[in-house]
């Protein structure tokens, strides 16, 4: 201990008080040197002022118990030796889910479940035999609900039946004063008004795994609580799960309620207003039920999904009513895959509906112009091999136009390999593939749209010359999923904007202010020039309406619709065997996928359609008719001009949910 | 060789009540712990408690050993050391019901948080007992003690653990209470931070943000969370009644109707099973301890160590006063333990370590050392 020698002893000298020679007191002080002065007379006050505090406290705590435990003692030895206070969990109502009109798709119901406090219940054996009985259940089953859950204490409540009807419902409120223990209890359970439609848009409700409690999403969550798994129920699961309230309750010996003593009303989640029209939706479904693949239409001036349909589709009430292990595995083990939303967790490669693309590409970097012929003789010979175009007989001299109208192969060969691959992926991915879109629909698949760098890095080999022929046309590497190929179609019948589609159109709370509207957001202005779209469009459009057109068969006398047909190579193409021969050879689950991606009027568009047919061959026979079939339903549904249904699109994205 | 009046001055009335209030503690641990303990003789957390409580007595004796005087040398590194604790804490730390507050060391899991009630203690009175530094300092020799306290604080906020942070505050505040603030200076703090008040209220906080602050101050307004622990700490303590339902007797403790029943809201245990007369006994032991504390402060002959007495007796006091207030339904509900009574490692161990160090000073009152 350093003391500075400017420190004056006499300061330490006034804090003692017992000096007695001066002897002592010089010792002292030269002891004290070491040391700093003590603060004895300083810290007084403090001490005082302190300790008198403590004291006032000290009172105050034992009046306090004194008023507890003798003035109001036999109060509260009462209140802890004949009734008990028990925590009861009110569940909150999940958000309704309305289609764009405010027609309700999902709605809640009561739904009765029978539980059992161990605890509060005389003879368990006698009860669990008397509850089969009412309710015509096997004593069994019961009994072994009881020992699974051995583990858990034994006034936690435990749930025996789930969801019972009204009949056995209705026996044991009858019953239910000779039950102690027994009691029933209301959660509110979905309800799907049509069940099956849109069920991979909504999705479905399950409990929350293990896995999912631990995550950071979750964390509010209680092992027991139902989340969404698929569509808006998993992506806007924040919004419509709401917060559970409860109440304290005063009971009796048997567990019968006695009193309210307070309540925390629950909140109820957020409802939500999809943009889904609901009318157009099932004769969506209905369309495409035959087959198994996917439709997506959505408002190419705005980007909201109108109808998205996945064949086939899953019966939802089948969660509601609690999905058995037996059906859980037959539903996953369905070589269909039910449950999966191929428009928009499914990638395809997107054949010839990719030339539009690769045209605009072509135009805006220059490679052609409208006024180019390339000569298409039925081949192209590269490397010593020669890559077919689909007429065998060729389609001789071809300019952009009739490229696209007839969809010609050889054309785009000679463009992508004047763009080369990186080029290719460039002007794809502005135009929205190979990228999530960001709908609120989860899972998602970005797609793939390769890139020499990719090929490198995924598969550790340069990217060949060859491959940039197969990707000309939209094979090869190549992946798309029928949203994606919905929205790029929207942005070039737009004149170049790039939505990123959304089926939520407004989220409302219980509070009137609660409201948020959901506009779409524009991801991109496409960087190529209006003249170019132009062309596109009219080759889009010359593909319906003109007599060499793929899809000629479909044209409308009410409405002039623009599109492309796609044939998505499922099995690589022998080099020496024509297509017609090999299409015959196929096997069903070997057959090309069938593509059209449309829209609606031409002039004006109001209505993107895209449809994909798994193993449905060709896009013109297979695809084309029922894009027909849905722009069709879609006139029928809008009267008026189709345009006027929808609300100003706010451009801003500060509107949006950030959902998840 | 150990000094006679090393021995001489051993204040062997602060170990008695230690003692005494170690074993009242013992007796509603094992009765709060009574299921636990049935289920399983060999591995529960009253077991677990006793282990900790040997370590403890172990801390106890090896802190009387060191000469208080010594500790000033590592003051500012065991500062910097548990700092560091802290800030690894969010790194890798282990988490438990969504704070994370502990650190894993070959198995034993322990708070840093903890030490740092003992750690700011030690700094600042090593800090305040340089003599540079005089009583009542001026507005700026503030600034460095302020800094020290505010950094660990915010750090054990963002765990997030109100009830240690609080106790880390309170701790530094108690010291700068006894090396002297002026009135004037008080007045200034109050004077800037009233007025914010009321606009932050108003237009900073979020509508649950206040709901919070709101439940804290007034706990019936959440009946399911706070007020739900309030009320049944109430019936607990009520129906123990003058005599109390006798040990292991307690209905209310027993079921499980009281949450937290082992760690902050013990003394109702106690209230329970041993009424008024129990509560008082303990509440004076608290108070005897606190008196003999002050005793040894006023008594050494240097600020340091009588800073240092005044510290550590003021974690023990005012957690106590704290704890107590909140399971009496007079206070806000914050987790912070009863000393020596609640369940909790790490907890224990710091404040048998205080208590070594008020003894430490307590022996070496007179001894002066010429070097």
């Known amino acids: 201990m350093m003391r500075s020698k400017t420190s004056q002893p006499g300061q330490a000298q006034t804090g003692r008080s017992d000096p007695d020679s001066l002897s002592d007191k010089l010792s002292r002080q030269i002891l004290l040197a070491n040391w700093e002065p003590t603060d004895e007379g300083l810290f007084q006050r403090q001490y005082l002022l302190l300790v008198g505090v403590l004291i006032l406290i ?103 039946m789930a969801d019972i009807d009204r009949d056995c419902l209705a026996r044991l409120e009858a019953r239910r004063l000779r039950l102690p223990g027994v009691f029933i209890r209301v959660e509110p359970r979905r309800e799907y008004k049509f069940n099956g439609s849109a069920a991979h848009v909504i999705g479905y409700l399950s409990e929350v795994s293990e896995e999912e409690l631990k995550k950071d999403e979750y964390k509010q969550y209680a092992a027991g609580e139902s989340v969404g798994k698929i569509g808006v129920e998993r992506g806007l699961e924040p919004y419509l799960h709401g917060k559970s ?28 207003w999809l943009t889904i029209d609901a009318g157009l939706q099932r004769k969506v479904e209905s369309i495409l039920s035959d087959h198994i693949g996917a439709i997506v239409a959505l408002d190419p001036k705005s980007g909201s999904i109108l109808a998205m349909a996945s064949s086939p589709t899953f019966d939802q009430e089948r969660f509601v009513r609690g999905l058995k292990a037996k059906d859980w595995n037959e539903m996953s083990a369905d070589p269909s895959h039910p449950l ?51 007429k065998e007989t060729g389609h001789g001299s071809v300019d952009p136009h009739r490229a696209i109208v ?37 899972p998602e698949s970005p797609g793939l749209i390769p890139t020499s760098e990719w090929k490198k890095r995924a598969k550790g080999v340069a990217w060949q010359k060859g491959e940039t022929i197969s990707i000309s046309i939209g094979q090869g590497f190549d992946l798309a999923t029928p949203l994606q190929m919905a929205v790029a179609y929207a942005a070039i019948a737009n004149g170049g904007t790039l939505w990123q589609p959304h089926v939520v159109g407004r989220i409302e709370g219980s509070h009137p202010e609660d409201v948020t509207e959901v506009g779409g957001r524009v991801r991109r202005k496409i960087p190529v020039a209006p003249e170019y779209f132009k062309m596109v469009q009219a080759a889009l459009a010359g593909v ?94 809008e009267p008026n001009g189709p345009a006027q249904a929808e609300a100003a699109p706010v451009p801003a994205s500060n509107h949006r949910p950030s959902s998840g | ?38 289920a399983s003789a060999t591995n529960n957390l009253f077991i677990r408690q006793v282990a900790w409580l040997l370590m403890g007595l172990v801390c106890f004796v090896g802190f009387l050993m060191i000469d208080y005087q010594k500790l000033k040398h590592f003051s500012l590194w065991s500062y910097l050391a548990v700092v560091l604790l802290l800030l690894l804490v969010p790194v890798v730390g282990t988490e438990v019901n969504g704070a994370k507050r502990w650190l894993s060391l ?113 706990p019936e307004r959440d009946p399911l969370g706070a007020g739900y622990h309030i009320r049944q700490s109430k019936i607990a303590i009520g129906s123990g009644k003058l005599w109390g339902k006798g040990f292991l007797n307690g209905t209310q403790t027993k079921l499980r109707f009281l949450p937290e029943k082992h760690t902050d809201f013990i003394f109702s245990v106690l209230a329970e099973e041993w009424g008024f007369l129990g509560c008082g006994l303990l509440l004076s032991l608290f108070a005897a301890l606190v008196y003999l504390a002050f005793r040894v402060a006023r008594r050494s002959k240097d600020r340091f160590g009588a800073l240092l007495v005044i510290g550590m007796t003021g974690l023990i006091l005012w957690q106590m006063v704290i704890n107590i207030g909140m399971v009496l339904g007079m206070m806000p509900v914050v987790g912070i333990p009863l000393p020596f009574v609640s369940y909790g490692g790490s907890s224990l161990l710091t404040l048998c370590i205080a208590i070594g160090l008020i003894e430490n000073v307590s022996m070496r009152r007179y001894v002066f050392h010429s070097r």
């Open chain 1, 245 to 272: 309230g409860g109440r304290q309750v005063e009971v009796d010996a048997v567990g019968r309620r006695i009193r309210l003593l307070s309540e925390t009303l629950p909140i109820p989640g957020r409802n939500l």
């Open chain 1, 58 to 160: 000290l009172i105050i705590y034992v009046l306090r118990l004194w008023q507890l435990q003798i003035l109001n003692g036999a109060r509260y030895r009462y209140l802890s030796e004949n009734n008990r206070v028990r925590l009861e969990e009110i569940p909150a109502p999940r958000g309704i889910i309305f289609d764009r009109h405010g027609i309700p798709l999902v709605e809640n119901r009561p739904a009765y479940h029978l539980m059992l406090v161990r605890e509060d219940v005389p003879d368990l054996d006698g009860t669990l035999e008397q509850v089969a009985a009412i309710c015509g259940n096997a004593p069994d089953e019961l009994r072994k609900i009881v020992e699974d859950n051995k583990a858990t204490r034994s006034f936690v409540p435990l749930r025996l």
């Open chain 2, 106 to 218: 070959a198995g034993v899991r322990f708070q840093p948080s903890e030490f740092m009630k003992l750690i700011i203690v030690l700094h600042l009175a090593n800090y305040f007992s340089s003599h540079e530094i005089k009583t009542y300092p001026r507005l700026k020799e503030f600034v460095v003690p302020v800094l020290l306290t505010a950094i660990p604080v915010l750090l054990i906020l963002l765990e997030p653990d109100l009830g240690t942070a609080l106790m880390v505050l309170i701790a530094a505040m108690t010291l700068i209470y006894f090396i002297g603030i002026r009135l004037k200076f008080v007045l200034i703090l109050l004077i800037v931070t009233l007025p914010m008040i009321w606009p932050v209220w108003n237009y900073a906080l979020k509508p649950y943000q206040k709901e919070r602050i709101l439940i804290l101050l007034s």
């Open chain 1, 340 to 390: 999966l939303n191929r428009a928009v967790n499914a990638a395809y490669p997107p054949g010839s509906t990719y030339k539009p693309i690769m045209e605009l590409a072509g135009l805006q970097e220059g490679a052609i112009n409208a006024r180019s012929h390339l000569s298409c003789p039925g081949f192209f010979r590269f490397a010593d091999r020669n890559y077919r175009c689909w």
């Open chain 1, 406 to 442: 007839e969809s010609c192969d050889v054309f785009f060969y000679q463009l992508g390999m004047k763009l080369g691959v990186d080029r290719i992926a460039r002007y794809a991915g502005l135009f929205g593939l190979g990228e999530k879109s960001g709908v609120e629909l989860r």
């Open chain 1, 544 to 637: 319906v309406n003109e007599d060499r057109g793929t899809a000629k068969q479909i044209r409308m006398a009410s409405i002039r619709i623009a599109g492309k047909t796609g044939t998505a190579q499922v099995v690589r193409m022998p080099d020496n065997v024509s297509r017609k021969l090999l299409a015959r050879i196929t096997k069903d689950q070997e057959r090309d996928h069938a593509w059209f991606v449309s829209y609606a009027p031409a002039e004006d568009p109001a209505i993107v359609v895209s449809v994909l047919v798994e193993h449905g061959g060709h896009g013109s026979s297979t695809a084309a008719p029922l894009a027909r079939q849905v722009i069709a339903a879609y006139i029928e549904s």
């Open chain 2, 1 to 38: 060789m150990v000094d006679r009046r090393l021995i001489e001055n051993f204040d062997w009335w602060i170990l008695l009540v230690f003692f005494a209030i170690i074993l009242v503690g013992l007796v509603a641990l094992y009765s709060a712990l009574y299921q636990q303990i049935q």
